[in-house]
């Protein structure tokens, strides 16, 4: 990356997550508006926006869900939980399910491996997580979905 981009790195950063937070991700148009007010190349902001994995280029669910793959979490069935869960939602890491309601992520590490396998649901932690938990985890998800779509009429 040149010089000229890592001056302006701070800003970037912090106008990709405003976008992001307005957004739900970074639509590829509002990219190339901030490479241009910022006199950067459009590779540039790609590249820094790439580097963070909180950035996202696809339109992210209402939920986010996020199953730790690290070795701790590993070797206590969280893939047999990941597994789980795309069955359930019908969707893979790094896809959002066809509602809008619900985004999965595999990640390596969330540090918290005492108590693996851990999922992370809109930035609730959920240790020791089991098939059988997924039940109340999703339902609890669900039902806040569900009553939130209530007061909307």
Known sequence: MSTHSSKNDGGLLSTLQH?????????EERLK???????MSLVDVYGVATFYSAFSFVPRGRHQIKVCLGTACHVRGSSRIRKEIEKRLGIKPGETSEDGEFSLDAVMCLGCCAIGPVVVVDGSYYGHVTTAKLDSI?????????????NDA
Request: net charge negative.
């Open 19 to 27: 976008i992001q937070d307005e957004c739900g991700y970074l639509p």
């Open 33 to 39: 508006e901030v490479a241009r007010s910022l006199g």
């Open 138 to 150: 999703l339902g609890e998800i669900r039902h806040e979905a569900h009553a939130f779509k209530g």
